[in-house]
């Protein structure tokens, strides 16, 4: 009796663990935005108080609109402050755009803005 008791808090506690890791992943393309930026007050705010910035939009959504410095396959920097990766080839005909995506964090080194799971709002 003690070893099926045993068991069963096993298979229970597996399946906890098991959910736990293999957590179905977030759609950012379509949760609502938390936070509607331009590059600059973004990066302006980061550049007051990077810590403070960091923790406010951790693994948050985000919308952050500027001009495009560098263009990339697969990954695109506005106004030299926020680089946004994509998981998909991109293209682009304009010079600005407006971004969606996860902050994923600041580099302190580059004094650049991270963002993943990117996609574009407006070309």
């Known amino acids: 009796m003690r070893k099926w008791i045993v068991l069963i808090i096993l298979v229970v506690v597996g399946l906890f663990v ?36 960091e923790k406010k939009y951790l693994n948050k959504t985000i919308e952050v609109s500027g001009k495009i410095s560098e263009l990339n396959d697969f990954d695109l920097t506005l106004d030299d402050k926020v680089f946004c990766q994509f998981n998909s080839k991109i293209h682009f005909d304009s010079d600005k755009a407006s971004i969606k995506g996860r902050f994923i964090g600041y580099d302190e080194l580059l004094e650049q803005i991270k963002i993943d799971q990117c996609s574009i709002l407006t070309k």
């Open 18 to 53: 098991y959910n736990y890791i293999y957590q179905s992943h977030r759609d950012i393309e379509n949760e609502q935005s938390e936070f509607v930026l331009n590059s600059t007050d973004l990066g302006n705010e980061f550049a007051i108080n990077p810590s403070a910035s």
